[in-house]
């Protein structure tokens, strides 16, 4: 067996001299240009040679369905029936004028009523506006991922090989690469904020603590190999005070926490994420909360009021949808974060799914697939807005500064604005929103019968 010596000696050699070259490329390229929060710009030569090659694929794909006379699946980013945004009342008193021989004022009960009713209900069953938020938003184009192509098949033998050579980039190169960058970003966090919370509380562990999340952060987001554009960074969260984002994906508190620094919320877990949880609070001061007690509002409130009354404590980051919506819209937000009378930080995050789906659909993917769905995908590419502070007005409900907050939210991040709860991803539908047609429609007759008994 001696003749195979030289040759398993120089197998060792090229994997060492291997290893080494991967390392150091890592260090220098990557590692260490996230500790410093520098950017050599690779990552946005790679988007801008992506855009190129994504052009020329829908274009091919186009050019080879004209040519077999196939049809192109365009999606429609309003939905399958155009609406327009009319109140109740307008709508019937319409149907009423183009329908009914009585005068224009009358609003008295009509049997035509009835259809109204049915027309919105048909129009939910074919277009739910609620429901299509909990999938994946639909790409105009294809990106060569074919799980986002909704006319994937033979076009040309160079098409196949650019997409073959795209599967081979993103599971043999940039799959290993990221995996490996997550795992020294989540190491050096767990061991780092270990480290610190051994040391005495003082402006050293506080500055100490702050650099280390925020280097680990920075690791983590180039994991993803995120693209992240921040914008009117002069309204970043200050301590005292919550910050509130719509919500996509878990990775949404790595992309805020890369550029600035936040006290986290959350459930006490166990396994990794628990490790991770007990480094990280030893550290800095997040709140996390046992299984038991999330569900104990006057906890709740009473722990992040105890928080924000330290103006010395990092703003709390918190995501009042309470669920992943994907990135189409903005649901309801819970008000609990809006009673306890702190500084409001609205933050807007949209993403480009052209380059990578982030929106995690829980309902269909666990957190292992979710990841390696993220890792195999292109790149993760968002804009951030940070919005101006806002305060409870004087007499303003909780309810209502959440829904101002959120309005801000979509408006600034192009998104719809919608009032349903994000909780009917899993709930069925409360009574109350039934109801509440009900008194619309009611209100409107009993209302006409009050003016004229007046008059």
């Known amino acids: 067996m001696g003749f195979l010596l030289p040759f398993d000696n120089l197998l060792c050699i090229l994997l060492g001299v291997s290893l080494t070259v991967w390392i150091t490329l890592l260090l220098v390229f990557i590692i260490v240009p996230a500790i410093f929060g520098v950017s050599f710009g690779i990552r946005k ?7 190129k090659v994504f052009e020329w694929a829908t274009l091919r794909i186009e050019r080879g369905a004209r040519e077999r006379k196939h049809l192109i699946y365009k999606t429609n980013a309003n939905g399958i029936i155009e609406k327009e945004p009319t109140s109740l009342e307008e709508e019937i008193k319409e149907m009423r004028r183009s329908g009914s021989n009585r005068a ?3 609003r008295e009960f009509e049997m035509s009523d009835i259809f109204y009713f049915c027309r919105k209900g048909v129009e939910t069953i074919v277009d739910d506006e609620v429901t299509k938020r909990f999938s994946a938003e639909e790409l105009e184009s294809w990106n060569l991922l074919t799980r986002t192509n909704n006319n994937f098949q033979y076009i040309s033998l160079r098409l196949t ?3 073959g050579l795209g599967v081979f980039v993103r599971y043999c190169f940039l799959l290993p690469l990221r995996v490996t ?3 020294t970003g989540i190491s050096l966090l767990v061991i780092g904020t270990t480290i610190v919370g051994y040391l005495p509380n003082g402006w050293l562990k506080e500055f100490l603590s702050k650099h280390v999340h925020l280097m680990c952060y920075r690791i983590c987001v180039r994991a993803l190999t995120a693209i992240i554009h921040y914008h009117d960074s002069e309204n970043r969260p200050k301590n005292g005070g919550i910050c509130v984002a719509n919500h996509t994906s878990p990775i949404d508190v790595i992309i805020l ?4 620094f936040y006290a986290m919320v959350g459930q006490i877990h166990g396994g990794l994420m628990g490790v991770i949880q007990r480094a990280m609070v030893k550290a800095c001061p997040h709140i996390w909360f046992e299984r038991s007690e999330v569900r104990d509002r006057n906890l709740v409130a009473r722990r992040l009021s105890e ?3 330290d103006q010395v404590k990092l703003p709390i980051l918190i995501f009042p949808e309470g669920t992943c919506i994907n990135n189409t819209s903005v649901m309801m937000f819970k008000k609990g974060s809006f009673e306890i009378g702190a500084t409001v930080y609205p933050v807007a ?3 480009d799914p052209l380059f990578g789906e982030a929106f995690w659909n829980s309902s269909k993917y666990g957190m292992v697939n979710y990841l390696l769905r993220m890792m195999t995908s292109w790149a993760i590419v ?3 807005w940070y919005l101006p502070p806002m305060t409870r007005k004087e007499g303003e409900a909780a309810v209502q500064f959440a829904n101002r907050v959120k309005a801000a939210i979509a408006r600034q991040g192009g998104l719809v604005d919608l009032l349903w709860d994000g909780g009917l991803k899993r709930e069925k539908v409360k009574d109350t929103y039934k109801e509440e047609q009900q008194k619309l429609y009611s209100r409107m007759i009993v209302g006409s019968h009050k003016d004229r008994s007046r008059s």
Do not use: N, Q
């Open 307 to 309: 928080h924000v009354r």
């Open 257 to 260: 926490a890369s550029d600035g």
């Open 382 to 384: 968002c804009s951030v």
């Open 45 to 51: 030569l790679y988007m801008k040679t992506l855009l």
């Open 161 to 163: 090989i650019l997409w």
């Open 181 to 183: 960058l997550a795992i």
């Open 349 to 351: 995050i949209k993403y």
């Open 104 to 106: 224009l004022d009358s």
